[in-house]
């Protein structure tokens, strides 16, 4: 059973940084992206951001110019750097694995908390 190691969440003011990473226990085959998902308190998860294969991004509109992800694609680890934090990022945020186009099962992270308080 692959499993998605995440670190780096933890608690900073406004304006702080963290960076998350997020690696997989074994190699992982047929990987189409891999991304960030976040979830507040009694909200749905949503998508924070995504790296394909090709080095291709895509932000939430929310965490543009703030946010960075990128992707190591020797070990299929993931980062996800985080600038002027703001209240509202404050939540669990997942790692994910889409694997879309080969009708393989996708893989999700455990989850690692973020607060950003002051």
């Known amino acids: 059973q692959v499993q998605l190691v995440e670190s780096g969440g933890g608690s900073v003011q406004p304006g702080g940084t963290l960076r998350l990473s997020c690696a997989p226990s074994?190699?992982?085959?047929?990987?189409?992206?891999m991304g960030w998902y976040r979830q507040a308190p009694g909200k749905q998860r949503d998508l924070v951001a995504t790296i394909t294969n090709d080095g291709t991004t895509h932000y939430a509109d929310s965490v543009k110019g703030r946010f960075t992800i990128s992707r190591d694609n020797a070990n299929d680890t993931i980062y996800l750097q985080m600038n002027n934090l703001k209240p509202e990022d404050t939540a669990v945020y997942y790692c994910?694995?889409?694997?879309?186009?080969?009708?393989?099962?996708?893989?999700w992270g455990q989850g690692t908390q973020v607060t950003v308080s002051s």
């Open positions: 994910h694995v889409d694997r879309r186009y080969s009708g393989l099962v996708d893989y």
């Open positions: 074994r190699i992982i085959f047929s990987i189409y992206a």
